[in-house]
């Protein structure tokens, strides 16, 4: 294989950072295995990691050219003798990492050392658009999915040292955009395997709107980004999408752009070129569990089932699509030993076939326990199929159903002291894992053509100290319930409402009349102690520690203004709390280690 022509770029150097960029806080089959069935999530004796083996060499710059001539800015580090710092003789298996804040320079703290340390060649290259790659900046697509193939091919058959297999490594943006080139790719390709960390799964619904109303998170990627010498940020892709979402425009709402950014759509393109996929996220990331709906994707993709249908109890899962949700914030202990051995197996196991038994798992879904403080693992999303209902009161959840009638007042007004209403249950007789995602119907009436209302679901202990479990929103004229797309618990309990969101399913609020709101709340996996209680907060705004900044368009807030909401807790129209919650003794600690608890 020839070598690769080195070129000298300016000095301008950014080493990779597995983060979206300052100021942003931004996978599931049989039900529960009965635990005297559970096994193991991956064989515990046998592998181990490598030792640092290697030295790292300083990197070499070059650059690819695409199939429309724009050239992509690499790096390459190379496993050296640690005693000459000679580069060493032989060929690698080569990772790859896709980098939107410029090319990333290695170095001794950062994961792709780790590899070069243990036999593995590191490339990173600048996304088009950034850095010192050509072109304009985009937003994922198909576009950025082949450049992510022509480098794979690139590595495969021309870069000096490699032995012809490829891996995709990368947290954030720089793991969203390993799920494009693994669609991109073709049955056969080079690329053997990906880990795709800190991502989410649908990026209309996870990050770039909530609710129905659009975010900021696109318009804050676009400031983090170096800006290439080709893109004009007045004019590339990237910036159309943050103006029309500004403005209300197209893809303010999940029109077919989005679709086509669906990892969860898109996911049978990457089974069919068989690219087994590791995910991570956390219950505090940017969106909590965010990989949960790409592993169910994956699931039932491999398995010819529908793609974002629950994955219930009995249904065969396959080890190839595995999935971590612990206890952290964006892009936490990526970096750290157990995560960086993690992924060190999983590239171990699918691009140098070692027989580390990590696909061999019958329980692919690893997720941290919180308060319990211990990982579990199952093979179903959600783990158990049981419901419970809690209909709000005056100031209080119930599980009978209200016989008289009231109504609470919420004002929609940033400053006003009535845009809040707190609702606690009686202490639990019993400890509960709330072990999936939530819903909060609300029936109300509102004085203007539009309501925003969101909710914030909370756990309140004895000594009355308040801890967070989920939170979500809702635009009232995106209302529409998909009931096809929508999960349901036992006795047809809803516990995962889907709206489609689009300019055609938005309607006006009616004015005066009682109207019925289903508010999707994020996804947890804890433990509520007996003697504890549950609480939801109704707000007509986001409150402070909103998981997402939302940023409703101009239009949008001039329906707003003004509204008085009307909660109603009756008979005929009761608000209520759908949760899942079943008993922890469903549930047996995992022999494995995924990571920190903290």
């Not at 693994?182 to 080079?190: D, F, N, R, T, Y």
């Not at 318009?219 to 170096?226: R, V």
């Not at 061999?360 to 199952?378: I, M, S």
């Not at 922890?584 to 995992?590: E, G, I, L």
């Amino acid at each position: 294989m020839s070598a690769p022509t080195i070129v000298s770029f300016p000095a301008r150097r950014t080493r990779i950072r597995f983060a979206l960029g300052a100021g942003l806080a931004a996978l599931v089959t049989a039900a529960l295995v009965p635990v005297a069935d559970a096994a193991p999530a991956h064989a515990t004796g046998g592998w181990q990691p490598e030792p640092a083996r290697y030295g790292v060499s300083a990197p070499l710059h070059t650059s690819v050219r695409m199939d429309d001539g724009v050239s992509i800015a690499v790096e390459v580090v190379y496993p050296t003798d640690p005693a000459t710092g000679a580069r060493t003789a032989g060929t690698f298996p080569v990772l790859l990492t896709q980098n939107p804040y410029g090319a990333g320079r290695s170095d001794p703290t950062t994961s792709g050392n780790y590899f070069v340390q243990r036999g593995y060649i590191y490339v990173a290259s600048a996304v088009r658009g950034t850095g010192d790659s050509g072109g304009q900046v985009s937003w994922f697509g198909d576009r950025q999915g082949r450049d992510g193939a022509e480098l794979v091919d690139w590595i495969a058959h021309t870069l000096s040292g490699s032995n012809g297999v490829v891996g995709l490594d990368g947290c954030s943006y720089l793991g969203v955009d390993q799920w494009f080139t693994a669609a991109a790719v073709h049955p056969g390709s080079p690329l053997k395997a990906i880990t795709p960390f800190c991502t989410d799964s649908d990026f209309y619904n996870d990050l770039t709107a909530d609710g129905g109303i659009p975010t900021t998170f696109v318009a804050g990627i676009a400031h983090a980004e170096p800006r290439g010498p080709e893109d004009d940020p007045a004019t590339d892709p990237q910036s159309v999408t943050i103006a029309q979402q500004a403005s209300g425009g197209p893809r303010s709402y999940n029109n077919a752009y989005w679709h086509a950014l669906s990892v969860q759509e898109f996911m049978p393109k990457i089974v069919a070129n068989g690219i087994p996929a590791l995910t991570e996220t956390g219950w505090k990331d940017l969106f909590p569990g965010g990989n949960l709906g790409a592993y169910v994707a994956a699931q039932n993709a491999y398995f010819h089932r529908p793609l974002t249908a629950p994955i219930t109890n009995g249904e065969p899962t396959t080890g190839r699509y595995q999935a971590i949700v612990g206890p952290w914030t964006h892009g936490e202990n990526v970096d750290g030993p157990i995560l960086q051995g993690i992924r060190l197996e999983w590239f171990d196991t699918w691009l140098k076939g070692e027989h580390t038994g990590m696909a061999d798992t019958r329980t692919p879904l690893h997720l941290f326990e919180n308060t319990a403080n211990r990982w579990v693992d199952t093979a179903a999303w959600p783990p158990a199929p049981t419901a419970r209902s809690y209909y709000l009161g005056a100031g209080s959840l119930t599980t009978g159903q209200p016989t008289g009638t009231g109504t609470d007042p919420l004002a929609w007004a940033p400053a006003s002291a009535g845009n809040t209403l707190t609702y606690t249950s009686s202490p639990l007789p019993r400890a509960e894992v709330l072990d999936g995602p939530s819903d909060l119907t609300v029936y109300a009436t509102s004085t203007a053509p539009e309501v925003e209302l969101s909710a914030t679901l909370n756990v309140v202990h004895p000594d009355g100290t308040v801890t967070k479990q989920a939170d979500g929103i809702l635009l009232g004229s995106q209302r529409e319930l998909d009931p096809s797309k929508s999960w349901f618990g036992t006795g047809g309990t809803l516990l995962q409402p889907s709206h489609p969101f689009t300019r055609g399913s938005q309607t006006p609020v009616p004015v005066g009349r009682v109207t019925r709101y289903d508010l999707a709340l994020l996804a947890n996996f804890t433990e509520i102690s007996a003697g504890d209680r549950i609480q939801v907060v109704v707000t007509s705004q986001p409150p402070a520690g909103f998981h997402a900044p939302v940023a409703p368009t101009p239009q949008e807030s001039a329906n707003l203004a003004g509204g008085i909401y009307a909660l109603q807790r009756n008979g005929l129209a009761a608000s209520v709390l759908n949760l899942p919650l079943t008993a922890p003794a469903r549930f047996r600690t995992s022999p494995v280690d995924w990571g920190p608890a903290s």
